[in-house]
Each structure stands twice: as structure tokens, then as C-alpha cells.
């Protein structure tokens, strides 16, 4: 340990998309990170309309980035006086199903199956959102349904089923629990006590008994041990390493995403993540009353406070397509298109109309002729509407209670000045005299918020409390948003109120 140059003391997980990455951080604050490329996607029966993910995958990456911190320095022995602690934030709505076996029954069901339709409506004709909040069709309820209308004989073998972040901590430790943040964004939990729906799943058609009790996000489940179950052995080298470490109830990665950025009060700083899929969160209080009908999700966020949540699922997904099709020279040199589009005539700029349920696009009737800068101004422009639109739904949903002061723009593509810019010049048309911010923070967890935010969560259970976390503030740090100059900042907003933003 001596030989070590740092000694992890704290250890997130951070399970995306398109990556999965740790972040670890000392005592004395020092923080690494590594990731790689999401592996083990899918398609479950060999049908695109159920895109899932190998579990089997997760181990192995998870080991060889922990074999990559411990290279550049990081030890992770603990003495059993003073553990460390780990936590997960994880892509919502992955469905995890276990036979007795703890045998994966198919690919986790990630958030991009939608195949649910005809059991979200069933659900919604039999009242379960007055009790469980809105349903989707990417939520583990109607999934689970849906799952066991295809494969009805499957009924008496599923034994427990949880969400990814629930499977790394079993797999670590044994426990088996349900983390609240995830499962009541999944329609499991009842919203007003968050405890498990069973009325709903008897409805459902679906047993109690396969689902864990919940467990508090930020409250520890279990201790990592090697385990001699075979359904585990997988994980022994990473239970080895970790031996004695706390396992902590986590996030999902939205809800990670927006403790990451800064999102320390309610209703004074909303967050808007654009990663792969863009997110527009906002702390409320646990008691807080919305607007009727405000469409808005809402999901358990730490033990006094909810989170309310509007998705753009399309997002960096959307300018990843976009590069394919018109720009794959450019993937990796992205400044240079960058420099191109931020060098555009904005009176050339115009919506790209996305349809919100296909994802599909409509392009400007000129959109042949534009040149490549010209186009990336547009696809950056058309995201950040989508997604001060959804801001705007945010504020009205809590119009008469929200006092809303600071408005933080985080995620992969908050790295693009145009991105920021015409994100500013929104929220300055629907919130005048807002201030607009991006990360502060240095280093390679500039922009990687879920990654922190599981960090938080972690030492969240270490240290007693979410408020003494926060206190250093010094971690948090936010600066103001890149602007236009005045000209082009009055030309950006006409844009928006153009469109009706």
C-alpha cells in the first residue's frame, strides 16, 4: 500500500450507453477515471425491437479498469476499520430476470425496447399511474409483461428480477435490493411511500416475491466477499480486490448526472443533461405538489426530495447519426466541424423537426444545399430546441413554486461552443435574466457528471449525509455558459421564438 500513490477510498461505477466507467477518489481528494466502450449489446430472439445487453460482459470490463487504475497508482486494500465505499449509476430501465439458478433468463431489456405498447395501455386503462406515476413503454412493468406474453412457460421460472445496478450489487455482495432511484422510474415503487407496488404487480399479473426490497439510494445494502455461489464466480478477482468494501444503493444515470453537475437544492438549479439521451432534471421537494397533467416523470432523489425528469431520447444519439450519414470524415475531428458550424450565417439556420416517439427527422426543404457547416449548425440548433422546449415543460409544470436561478447545461455535447451558445441564447428567451452555466471542474470528470454523481452517492454513506458532501463546494464548481456576442445572441433567440420554443 506503502508503494501506492493514491489509496481509493471511494468508487463509482458508471454504467452509460456507450460506456462503462469508474471514477475513484482518496481521502486526501485526489480522483482518477478510466472507462472503455460499452460491450455486449444485442437483440433478444434476434428482433430489433428488443435491443438488449449481455451481462455477462460487465465483469470482465469492470476488471480490466480496475486493472488500469491500479496501473497508474490507485490501490484499493482497505483496512476493516476503515472500508471503502462503492456505488453504481446505471442507464435507466435495463430489466434484469433471474432464474433460481441466478442464471440470466435473456439480455437485460435496455431503455430502447419499446415493445411494450399494448401492455402500457392495458396498464393505463387499469389506473396503475395513481399509484405507481406515469408508465412508459421502456419501463421495467409493462417489459416484464410484455416479456411473459412471449414466453408465457417463463412464468414459473423467473425467481428475481432488478435492474443492472441491483445486479452488480447482488453479484458483489450477495444482497439482493431494489434502489429506489432506479425502481420507481421503472413503475415498481408506489410514488407516495416508495414501497414496492404490489397491488400494481398483482394487477400486472406479475408475483411480489420476484422483486427485492427497496432500498434507499445512498444507504449501504451489503459488504463485497468472494462468493463460492457459481452464479457469481465470475465476479471473485473484483470481490478479492474489494473484499470488505461497502456497497451503496445508487442512481440512475440521470438522476447521477444531475447530482454530478451541481444539483445541490430544489428548485434553484435545474440540469440538463445532453448526453446519448438528453435528460432536463430538477430537484422537488418529496412533498411538492405539480401542475395537473404536467406529463412530467417523477423519481425517488436521495430520502426528502424527488426528481423530476423530461427526456429527449434522441440526443447525442442524434448528432452520432448525424455524422454518419453527412459527416463521417469528421468523427474523430470534431473541433474542426465545430469551427465550421460556429462560423455559420444564423440567418441560415433552421429546425430539423424530430419526431419525439420514431425519432425520425424532417429536414429544411434547402437542406441539400447547405454546406456541411451550415448543417451541423442546423442538427446542433434543432437538439438544443428539444431541449429548452423540455425546459420550458419543466417550468410550467412547477409554475406558482419553482424559483429556478440557475440553469447548468452538462453531458457530451455541452463540449460544443455552438452547443453552448445556442442553449444560452434559449434559456435567456424563456427564463430572461437566467444565469447559464457548464462544469468547472478540470480533468477528465469534467464532463463525466453520472460517473460523479455515483462518487457523491458513495461517500453520501461514508460520511453521514448528502449535506456534508455538498459543503465542499469547492467540488462542485460551475462557470458561466460561452454566449453569442449581442448581435447574434438577439438573432439565436428570435430563432426560438420563431419556432415557439
Known amino acids: 500500500m506503502s508503494d501506492s500513490k493514491h489509496v481509493a477510498q471511494i468508487l463509482a461505477i458508471d454504467i452509460t450507453t456507450t460506456e462503462l466507467a469508474l471514477a475513484v477518489r482518496s481521502a486526501d481528494g485526489a480522483e482518477g477515471f478510466a472507462s472503455c466502450k460499452m460491450r455486449g449489446a444485442t437483440l433478444w430472439r434476434e428482433d430489433s425491437q428488443y435491443p438488449g445487453f449481455r451481462l455477462e460482459e460487465v465483469p470482465g470490463m469492470i476488471q480490466h479498469l480496475l486493472d488500469e487504475l491500479q496501473g497508474k497508482g490507485w490501490s484499493f486494500a482497505r483496512p476493516a476499520s476503515d472500508p471503502g465505499y462503492v456505488s453504481v449509476s446505471c442507464r435507466q430501465h435495463d430489466m434484469v430476470v433471474l432464474d433460481a439458478d441466478g442464471r440470466p433468463l435473456l439480455p437485460a431489456l435496455m431503455w430502447k425496447c419499446n415493445a411494450a405498447t399494448a401492455e402500457v395501455q392495458e396498464l393505463r386503462r387499469l389506473g396503475v399511474e395513481a399509484s405507481v406515476g406515469r408508465v412508459e413503454e421502456r419501463f421495467v412493468l409493462p417489459k416484464l409483461m410484455h416479456v411473459l406474453q ?51 404487480l398483482k394487477v400486472a399479473g406479475l408475483h411480489a416475491a420476484w422483486f427485492p426490497a427497496p432500498a434507499c439510494t445512498g444507504s449501504v445494502i451489503g459488504t463485497v466477499a468472494v462468493s463460492s455461489d457459481s452464479s457469481r464466480t465470475a465476479w471473485n478477482s473484483i470481490q478479492g480486490l474489494l473484499a470488505g468494501w461497502k456497497f451503496v444503493a445508487g442512481l440512475g444515470d440521470n438522476h447521477a448526472s444531475a ?54 431520447g434522441d440526443c447525442g444519439s442524434w448528432y452520432s ?151 465542499d463546494t469547492a467540488r462542485f464548481p460551475l462557470v458561466a455558459c460561452a454566449k453569442f456576442d449581442s448581435i447574434r445572441q438577439a438573432q439565436a433567440q428570435y430563432l426560438f421564438k420563431a419556432y415557439s420554443v
Open 150 to 200: 412471449v414466453c408465457p412457460e417463463w412464468k414459473s421460472r423467473v425467481a428475481r428480477v432488478f435492474m443492472t445496478g441491483d445486479w452488480v450489487g447482488w453479484s458483489l455482495t450477495g444482497e439482493a435490493r431494489l434502489a429506489k432511484s432506479d425502481a420507481l422510474s421503472n413503475g415498481l415503487l408506489v410514488q407516495s411511500d416508495r414501497s414496492l407496488a404490489q397491488d400494481v
Open 321 to 471: 447519426q448525424f455524422f454518419r450519414m453527412w459527416a463521417p470524415e469528421f468523427v474523430e475531428i470534431l473541433d474542426e466541424l465545430n469551427c465550421q458550424a460556429m462560423s455559420t450565417d444564423l440567418a441560415q439556420v433552421q429546425r430539423i423537426l424530430h419526431d419525439d416517439r420514431t425519432n425520425e427527422k424532417i429536414y429544411p426543404i434547402n437542406w441539400l444545399e447547405m454546406d456541411l457547416g451550415e448543417k451541423t449548425a442546423c442538427t446542433q440548433f434543432s437538439i438544443v430546441f428539444e431541449l429548452v422546449r423540455r425546459v420550458s415543460q419543466m417550468l410550467q409544470a412547477v409554475a406558482g413554486s419553482s424559483h429556478v436561478k440557475t440553469f447548468v447545461l452538462t453531458g457530451g455535447l455541452s463540449q460544443s461552443p455552438l452547443v453552448q451558445q445556442f442553449f444560452h441564447a434559449g434559456i435567456q428567451a424563456i427564463a430572461p435574466g437566467a444565469e447559464v452555466k457548464v462544469s468547472g471542474r478540470t480533468g477528465a470528470l469534467r464532463f463525466k457528471t453520472s460517473a460523479y454523481g455515483a462518487l457523491v452517492t458513495a461517500e453520501m454513506a461514508k460520511v453521514g449525509s448528502l449535506a456534508q458532501v455538498y459543503a
Open 259 to 312: 447530482v454530478g453537475a451541481g444539483m445541490t437544492d430544489d428548485c434553484e438549479t435545474l440540469v440538463v443533461s445532453a448526453g446519448t439521451s438528453g435528460t432536463v432534471n430538477l430537484s422537488f421537494p418529496a412533498a411538492g405538489k405539480l401542475n395537473a397533467n404536467a406529463g412530467v416523470l417523477q423519481f425517488e432523489f436521495y430520502e426528502r426530495h424527488q426528481l423530476l425528469l423530461l427526456m429527449l
